[in-house]
DNA sequence: TTGTAGGCGTTATCAA
DNA sequence: TTGATAACGCCTACAA
């Protein structure tokens, strides 16, 4: 039995033909029962595994899809994969990894080898939402979704969290513990990220007529180093401020460090709240720290099903935007909170 | 052209026969150069890539391999599958994503998807390196390896980090810069590299003359919290200790925390080692961490290679220790650690 | 130098 | 109820 069993093997075992053997495998046609049960039970005994390759040559699909990360697989990646594979594995379509790190030679490769296994569909994703390139599918026309990605094609389909929304969370979430003077320690500028945000916390402060200055916006690396310098020039600058929104967990957990060290208490004097809710970075913060959700797991789940539409048809598109959820822990002091 | 283009379309449009139209593509046979350039010609324009399928439905390979993992895609599986899918990705093979999340049912489920599909060879990778079941194959004779996991069976291939003598460079850079009294706080015991790391630990300090009472191997979660717990315990309870090595780095991040609040100096009092370099926790430590490096990204590089070895026939079998790095950062107080 | 025919493993159609 | 036969897209002897 060295050489793998195929529907042929069956059917000579069970003797009758192949057309026979396949009808009786795939219960199609109509044929006695006691055959049918002899064939199954001869390709059971034979551990026969019906050959995907032939059978996507002959229907259509091939129920495979490409994944293509632009991104090192970050820390995004993974729960965004986990997800998309969560989704499409129920589906029972199998998934292939491609890693294309920014480079667009490699990119094409991918692409045209993915073209070539004729994936029913492929999801770009990234790891930040700022636009990029289109893919370029080499003249197919495969379904293609892009997940925590944009393209400036507008009859794409890009599904990313919304970033404004989760700020707003955060700023409101501060407000309605009666914090007045929040400032917001975030990532580079050229992040499309960083405007969407600021601008929401802006609106939430306006809104309660708080003021919120261009001086409470420290602008810095994604970072927790950068953290604790803004920690620093907070300090010095602006000593009054009772609350900080930091852009990552990472710019959080140095930011509370520092200040904790300076003798500040967390959140008693400043509360503090962060953006990502990674877990390990959170609950490593002292207090555990409140932070902004992406949901990056149900967000690969809804992209995963997205794309499913595609294949079958739908004509969906645009940028969608999923709402953020706020994740609160004891460094923002909320009632509760003390995770 | 709605239809992708098939090798026939090609050949037609070419003005010659299938059989033709392969051979020119793939360079086989003898053919007169112009007939050669004018296929190559027509398939360029009509965008014709050929059938993946197709062609593995005859050769015997498919140029696929299956990645099954059994963590839910953690930390450490990320530097792994990068290694993995750019040492396969160059020898030009596509690599299937199969998240089994420790479910022995979904795993036999991704095994069949696999077997159907004709994969060449399998990667299984896990989290921790404690013997895991062997693969259910179901029978088949794909070549299977196992990354960061062991399985109790002799004659299957398995890669994993060296912990024991990661654990000795952590320890011997410690006893190399003059400290004497080493504590090692380290994950929970059922893990096998807590007692492998002690052990090598142990060794070194012995040899160094130096003690290593039970007292100062403290065990718990692999958490930050922990490290903090830690910290207190020992300030407490050995108070003369003048370095720690921590079983990851999340626990010397906990630890060094809590170090520091209490006034304590690192590296001038106590130094710190942590365990698994990961940069992003690394470098939020204050100072910035010191800590062995597993050297993932080379062990799934490896790993991917050492398959296509036993794709091709090789025999190599039995557990494989790679040697681990120590990157040196400020927290041990090392001449030009100041990174 | 080129075309034909058979096969890779399956499924589906149509006779028998 | 079952068995040929023709695809699916491609490759490779072998024949012309």
Chains 1, 2 share one sequence.
């Not at 900080?244 to 957990?253: H, K, N, Q, T």
């Not at 959140?267 to 992406?294: C, H, K, Q, R, Y």
């Not at 149900?298 to 595609?310: F, I, K, Y």
Request: charged share 25%.
């Amino acid at each position: 039995m060295h050489p793998i069993p195929t529907i042929k093997d069956v059917a000579l075992a069970a003797g009758v033909s192949i057309g026979t053997a396949s009808k009786a495998l795939n219960g199609q046609g109509q044929l006695r029962d006691e055959t049918r049960r002899r064939v199954r039970a001869v390709a059971e005994e034979l551990g026969y595994q019906p050959n995907d390759l032939a059978q996507s040559l002959h229907r259509k699909r091939t129920f495979m899809v490409g994944l293509i990360s632009t991104d090192n697989y970050g820390r995004f990646s993974m729960p965004l994969l986990e997800g998309i594979e969560h989704a499409l594995g129920t589906a029972e379509l199998s998934v292939f990894l491609c890693n294309a790190a920014d480079d667009s030679e490699r990119e094409r490769r991918h692409v045209a080898s993915l073209l070539s296994k004729r994936v029913d569909g492929i999801i770009v994703t990234a790891n930040r939402t700022d636009p990029r390139p289109p893919l370029d599918l080499l003249g197919s026309r495969v379904p293609v979704l892009y997940a925590l990605a944009r393209v400036p094609d507008d009859s794409a389909l890009c599904l990313v969290p919304d970033d404004a929304q989760g700020a707003r969370l955060a700023a409101e979430h501060l407000v309605g513990l009666g914090r007045r003077r929040i400032a917001h320690v975030t990532g580079p500028r050229d992040y499309e990220v960083v405007g969407l945000r600021q601008e929401a916390v802006r609106e939430v402060l306006v809104a309660a007529g708080l003021a919120f200055p261009e001086r409470r916006v420290l602008s810095g690396p994604w970072r927790a180093t950068w953290g604790r310098a803004a920690a620093e020039r907070l300090l010095s600058t602006d000593p009054d401020i009772d609350a900080v929104f930091c852009g990552s967990d990472e710019i959080a957990l140095g930011l509370t460090g520092a200040l904790r060290e300076r003798g500040v208490r967390v959140p008693d004097d400043i509360a503090v709240v962060g953006f990502d809710n990674w877990e390990i970075i959170a609950e490593a913060t002292v207090p555990p720290l409140t932070s902004v959700d992406m949901r990056l797991r149900d967000l690969g789940h809804e992209a995963a099903t997205a794309l499913l539409g595609l294949i079958d048809g739908e004509r969906r598109q645009g940028v969608h935007r999923l709402p953020c959820d706020l994740v609160v822990r004891a460094s923002s002091g909320a009632a509760g909170g003390a995770s």
